[in-house]
């Protein structure tokens, strides 16, 4: 049965010597393989070009009881890949690995799919500016900030948002239960007040104001540690993703 499918690309693995396998995140499936042509002709590099990660596109999949990977068709690009500078690509290769490892269940979630989408289309290009909602690069200070970004408002889509209505200064945040406590827990996965507080205002960071959070490397990567941990904390498979190091050494 052949159905319309919004796609986000996520990671493609060989086959075959004929065929590779792309996994996507669909609104209207959840996770999906897709079985994609390994040709060598220009037509081919034009599909594998659309289908990077983080690409967005429509098509329509031959989908049939019984089976893990499907055919598919009539590919129409909505986003493409965000591949026009280093920063940009290691930031979509991060936010993919994350996807990849979180986003196993092959079942539609409308407002997870939506967040995705939204981020995405503001890593590939532009954010909007003045009343005509005119378009222009991101700031590289909004860039660099992305990621840290995306994983803080993700939580919320993922189920696992700490509750920030418990902080009171001088609290510690308890990582396993995502609330502020006055006294530590018997264990040792919590932020100490100065880092609670440090998440508390970093909750407060979304895609129009990322780029007037001010950090230096160091301070972004210790964020991000910190991050990864709660992430770990709640998925304890989580593996660290394989491109953690180029954006630790890329995003300044």
Excluded at 141 to 164: A, K, M, V, Y
Excluded at 201 to 221: D, H, I, K, Y
């Amino acid at each position: 049965m052949y159905r319309p499918l919004n796609c986000i690309a996520l990671r493609t693995v060989r086959y075959s010597d004929r065929n590779s396998i792309l996994s996507v995140y669909t609104l209207q499936q959840g996770r999906m393989s897709l079985l994609v042509p390994a040709g060598t002709g220009k037509a081919a590099a034009r599909l594998r070009a659309l289908l990077m990660p983080l690409g967005r596109f429509d098509c329509v999949a031959d989908i049939r009881n019984g089976r893990d990977i499907h055919t598919f068709r009539d590919v129409r690009p909505v986003v493409l890949p965000p591949a026009s500078d280093p920063l940009r690509a290691s930031i979509a290769m991060f936010v993919t690995d994350m996807l990849t490892a979180l986003l196993r269940e092959a079942q539609e979630d409308a407002p997870l799919f939506g967040y995705v989408d939204r981020a995405l289309r503001r890593l590939a290009c532009t954010e909007r500016i003045g009343s005509r909602g005119a378009e222009r690069p991101l700031a590289p200070s909004s860039l660099s900030n992305f990621h840290i970004c995306f994983l803080i408002r993700l939580t919320r889509f993922l189920g696992i948002e700490p509750d920030w209505g418990s902080y009171v200064p001088g609290r510690v945040l308890d990582l396993p239960g995502g609330v502020f406590r006055a006294v530590p827990p018997p264990h040792r996965r919590f932020l100490p007040p100065g880092e609670a507080a440090a998440a508390f205002q970093l909750s407060r960071m979304n895609f129009r104001n990322m780029g007037r959070f001010c950090m230096n490397r160091f301070e972004r990567n210790t964020i991000l540690d910190r991050i990864l941990l709660y992430y770990q904390t709640h998925y304890p498979s989580l593996p660290e993703p394989s491109s953690l190091e180029i954006l630790r050494m890329m995003a300044d």
